[in-house]
């Protein structure tokens, strides 16, 4: 059992079990949080959500939940305005807030939960849902530092949790490790793509693509090697990669420099996103 799973609550209330919802919930039992601790809230939970919280002695939509020492809101951002009022009668003095809702501000959630006090902005990304994930994770200043470690050791059960000195991140956070994962898609299209210009089956083509990506993903999951180290090792001067590498890297119409620009992108959406 991992060594912050002293700091998993005794008591916690997950509020949607959709994909990212349920995944989490896997992950707190697999880091040694008790079943028994746990409600799910979900007026329309899957076949699958149902089974599971039925296997595993999970309670499941109770009439009177009792306030727990976490409250975890994974619904979707525009059901918090209809769930509000359901959402106070499971707060107590004590109940630390986790929220996952995208584009909706620590204010946001205060002004909609008049009950709330602690409260945690994190946001996930899609490979959270198999233990990999990245996420990034503000806190109000009622937190104290027991609940930030609680919080830490719900969200680091699905991958790694990087703690931002000020909710005004969450927003580059979102467009760098929140939206990256379709970045990362697209460029195993684009180098499908390639491939298959460069004369190759298309579907082997794909298949190469893939392999590739998620192989060099690996690579440096397992190194401790920078980046930069990691490409440089890759490149033998005047070699294949090296031309390709000066193609991608040409300024300002490089890898970099669209990089740079889809991330500004993102991170403008999300801010006009949030309230």
């Known amino acids: 059992m991992p060594a912050h799973a002293q700091h998993l609550p005794s008591s916690l209330i997950l509020v949607g079990a959709g994909k990212m919802g349920g995944s989490m919930l896997e992950g707190w039992l697999k880091v040694g949080m008790k079943a028994s601790g746990v409600t799910v809230i979900d ?11 039925s296997e595993k002695g999970i309670a499941l939509n109770p009439a009177n939940p009792s306030p727990a020492d976490v409250l975890v809101l994974a619904i979707k951002p ?4 209809d769930a509000a009022p359901a959402l106070n009668t499971y707060l107590g003095p004590q109940t630390l807030i986790i929220s996952i809702l995208a584009g909706k501000t620590i204010g946001n959630l205060k002004a909609r939960l008049p009950a709330a006090s602690a409260i945690v902005r994190a946001m996930p990304n899609l490979p959270a849902s198999i233990g990999r994930g990245a996420t990034g994770a503000a806190t109000n200043a009622e937190v104290s530092e027991e609940q930030r470690l609680m919080a830490d050791a719900l969200l680091s059960s699905n991958g790694i949790v990087e703690w931002l000195p000020s909710e005004d991140l969450v927003d580059a956070v979102t467009a760098l490790s929140g939206s990256g994962p379709a970045y990362v898609f697209h460029l195993v299209e684009c180098l499908a793509e390639a491939g298959a210009a460069a ?25 401790d090697l920078p980046p930069a180290t990691l490409r440089q090792n890759v490149t033998s001067p005047g070699g294949t990669t090296a031309a390709a590498l000066e193609v991608l890297t040409r300024d300002p119409d490089g890898l970099k420099g669209l990089m740079r620009e889809a991330v500004a992108a993102a991170k403008r959406r999300a801010e006009e996103l949030a309230g």
């Open 78 to 81: 525009q059901m918090l305005e």
């Open 43 to 53: 007026p329309r939970p899957s076949e699958e959500m149902t089974r599971f919280c």
């Open 199 to 223: 004369g190759l089956p298309p579907d082997l083509a794909q298949r190469l693509a893939r392999a590739t990506v998620t192989g060099a993903g690996e690579l440096l999951f397992q190194s």
